[in-house]
């Protein structure tokens, strides 16, 4: 497994140590996940847009330097924010997107896998983030109507085109990330888990393998009584691979998830 000093100095957002993304992208292994920079139930605008970036700003300032967010996200607004708040980007920011996932309102989301949707998501991404690559671009979920071959290979063929760095799957079991990796190498994979939810067998493939495991709802969606930090600990101490992506709209939060001392 390899790892990168980042920086000389320690930073808060060095704390947990440092992964390689598919063994070429550097990350601070604790992260920012951006889905709490949108209205209610994950819908439109958030009230205070320059909030919004000052949270941005801050957690790069922290030294986070792998933002997690989808085109799901508003939809198209984390994206857009993130581009406003921090572009041009500094030189070892990773921005890890997914596509494939439509919206019907707040709090609705649902699948769409047809290879033309999935291309044109990675080309709107591209020009919402501003960015000629994409580092780390997920399939949002896999959607049962399609052919997960005819998913993942029209990733794959947007990989070769340079239009996108490493692949990842979001939401997907061990079966399904074997699978995929029939047609293309898969850096990382995006699962929900806490202290109190999620699938440990997962975390025991992606270690196996090398994978960046990615737990969404880190702190269980602001649900878990235990305190932030130590949630956050806890799954920086299950495996090296494990990248936890707390997300916050207040930066006192976001300090204090940075802060494991």
């Known amino acids: ?15 947990g140590g440092t992964f390689s993304i598919g063994g070429d992208l550097p990350v601070r292994r604790i992260g920012y996940g951006t889905m709490q920079l949108t209205g ?16 941005l700003r ?5 030294g986070v330097n792998h933002l997690d967010t989808a085109d799901a996200y508003g939809p198209e607004t984390a994206e857009r924010i993130i581009r406003k708040a921090l572009h041009p980007y ?3 920011l990773v921005i890890a997107t997914k596509g494939g996932m439509t919206r019907q309102g707040p709090n609705r989301w649902a699948p ?21 690559r994409i580092d780390l671009y997920y399939l949002h979920r896999i959607d049962p109507k399609v052919p997960l071959d005819d998913q993942i290979g029209e990733l794959a063929a947007l990989q070769a085109e340079g239009k996108i760095r490493h692949l990842g799957l979001s939401k997907v079991t ?21 202290q109190s939810d999620g699938d440990h067998d997962i975390v025991r493939y992606c270690t196996q393998e090398d994978l960046a495991f990615v737990p969404y709802a880190p702190l269980g969606a602001g649900r ?11 799954l920086l101490d299950l495996s090296p691979v494990v990248l936890p992506i707390p997300g916050t709209s207040s930066i006192e939060h976001l300090e204090v998830n940075l802060s494991l001392t």
Request: some cysteine; hydrophobic content about 40%.
């Open 40 to 55: 209610p139930g994950n819908w439109f605008h958030p009230t205070d847009m320059d909030a919004a970036k000052a949270v």
């Open 112 to 132: 769409v896998g047809r290879p033309e949707y999935l291309r044109q998501c990675v080309e709107m991404s591209l020009r919402r983030l501003a960015v000629d």
């Open 174 to 194: 061990t079966t399904q990330i074997c699978a995929a990796l029939k047609t293309a190498p898969i850096a990382a994979v995006q699962n929900r888990l806490n």
């Open 224 to 234: 878990l009584a235990t305190d932030t930090r130590a949630a956050i600990t806890y």
């Open 1 to 15: 497994m390899s790892t990168t000093d980042i920086a000389a100095e320690p930073v808060p957002g060095d704390l």
């Open 58 to 62: 801050r957690a790069v300032e922290l």
């Open 90 to 92: 500094p030189g070892d």
